[in-house]
């Protein structure tokens, strides 16, 4: 299960009456009318966490994973941005994959810096090997 702590690109809503909308109709709407209006008047914004923005459920779920979690995998992050970045902590045990280097790779059982798809393969031949 994939836990959208960021929300997601695939949904939209309206800031006012929180009506839902596909992200395909935000896209048309804003060729017509910037910034996209609801029908109430209230603006249409992309259902993701804007810097300031208060983080929903997935967060608290995701947090509550990574205390009962023995290993952490964490893929293509900086691991720059809080609170989420915290998440490999809470789990304390975590390999990172990541093309550059992150603040949390001295406290990782083992970094990878190059591109996920590489690291992934490699992973998987030594589990293969076992």
């Known amino acids: 299960r994939v836990l959208e702590v960021h929300g997601n690109l695939n949904q939209a809503y309206c800031m006012q ?3 839902q909308f596909d992200f395909n109709y ?11 209006r609801c029908a ?3 603006i249409i914004r992309p259902g993701v966490v804007l810097f300031g923005d208060p983080l929903g459920p997935d967060f608290q779920k995701a947090e509550q994973k990574a205390v009962q979690s023995d290993m952490m995998l964490v893929i293509g ?3 720059e941005v809080s609170p989420v970045n915290r998440l490999p902590e809470l789990c304390g045990r975590f390999i990172i994959i990541n093309l550059e ?6 406290l990782a059982r083992m970094v990878w810096h190059q591109k996920a798809s590489t690291a992934l393969e490699d992973i ?3 589990i293969a090997k076992d």
């Open 26 to 36: 935000l896209l048309d709407l804003s060729q017509t009318e910037v910034p996209p």
């Open 17 to 19: 009456c929180r009506q």
């Open 77 to 79: 992050s900086s691991l």
């Open 124 to 126: 998987y031949k030594l």
């Open 101 to 106: 280097s992150t603040t949390y790779d001295c």
């Open 40 to 42: 109430c008047g209230g």
